[in-house]
T-cell receptor, first 110, second 113 residues
C-alpha cells in the first residue's frame, strides 16, 4: 500500500516568516494530494489540494507544489500569522483510499 | 447546510464492554470512513464504505466493525473495548470519485478504563 512520510513533525516560526512542510509518497498511481489543517480540539479541514496534472497551486498565502517524478509535494505558508498555528496533515488518494501523513505541529510565535 | 456529525463527543467505558460510535452525514456521500487519531500516528484508517451494504477493512481494523444500512450512517462498534482503543475517533465522508475533499465529523474522544 501507499506510504506517506511527512516532515518535520514540529515547526516553530516567527510571525511573518514562511513555513514549509514536505511529504513524500510511494505509490506512483496517487493522483490527488490534499492538505488538512486541524486546530486544537477541532476536526481536520481541507485548506488546499492539488491534482497530478498540476505542478503548483496557490490560494492567497498558501501554496502547494507537486513533483510527481520525485514523488513529493510541499505546503508553503507565507507571511505566517498566529492563527496559522495548528497541526497540518498531508494526504494522498490512491486505490480509492486516503493515506495521511503523521502531521506537522506548526507554532507561529508572535 | 449539509454536515457530518458524530455522537457522543466524549465517552468513557470499561474494558470488555461493547461500544458504538455514531456517524451521520447529510451530504448524500457514498464514501464514508472511520479513522483513529493518536499522537505520532496521524490518522489511521479503521474501516470504510463506498455505499450501502459495502464495508471494507482498513489498516487498523482488529477489534472494530461497521455496518452500512443506509447512505447517511456508518456506526463504528468496538466489540470488546480495550485500553489500546483509547483514542480520538473521526468519521469522514466524500463524494465519488474519491479525488475530492473529505469532510470530517467533530470527533469522539473515547477513553477505555
Amino acid at each position: 500500500g501507499e506510504n506517506v512520510e511527512q516532515h518535520p513533525s514540529t515547526l516553530s516560526v516567527q510571525e511573518g516568516d514562511s513555513a514549509v512542510i514536505k511529504c513524500t509518497y510511494s505509490d506512483s498511481a496517487s493522483n490527488y494530494f490534499p492538505w488538512y489543517k486541524q486546530e486544537l480540539g477541532k476536526r481536520p479541514q481541507l485548506i488546499i489540494d492539488i491534482r497530478s496534472n498540476v505542478g503548483e497551486k496557490k490560494d492567497q498565502r498558501i501554496a502547494v507544489t507537486l513533483n510527481k517524478t520525485a514523488k513529493h509535494f510541499s505546503l508553503h505558508i507565507t507571511e505566517t500569522q498566529p492563527e496559522d498555528s495548528a497541526v497540518y496533515f498531508c494526504a494522498t488518494e490512491t486505490g480509492n483510499q486516503f493515506y495521511f501523513g503523521t502531521g506537522t505541529s506548526l507554532t507561529v510565535i508572535p | 447546510d449539509a454536515e457530518i456529525t458524530q455522537s457522543p463527543r466524549h465517552k468513557i467505558t470499561e474494558t470488555g464492554r461493547q461500544v458504538t460510535l455514531a456517524c451521520h452525514q447529510t451530504w448524500n456521500h457514498n464514501n464514508m470512513f472511520w479513522y483513529r487519531q493518536d499522537l505520532g500516528h496521524g490518522l489511521r484508517l479503521i474501516h470504510y464504505s463506498y455505499g450501502v451494504q459495502d464495508t471494507n477493512k482498513g489498516e487498523v481494523s482488529d477489534g472494530y466493525s461497521v455496518s452500512r444500512s443506509n447512505t447517511e450512517d456508518l456506526p463504528l462498534t468496538l466489540e470488546s473495548a480495550a485500553s489500546s482503543q483509547t483514542s480520538v475517533y473521526f468519521c469522514a465522508s466524500s463524494a465519488r470519485p474519491l479525488n475530492t475533499e473529505a469532510f470530517f465529523g467533530q470527533g469522539t474522544r473515547l477513553t477505555v478504563v
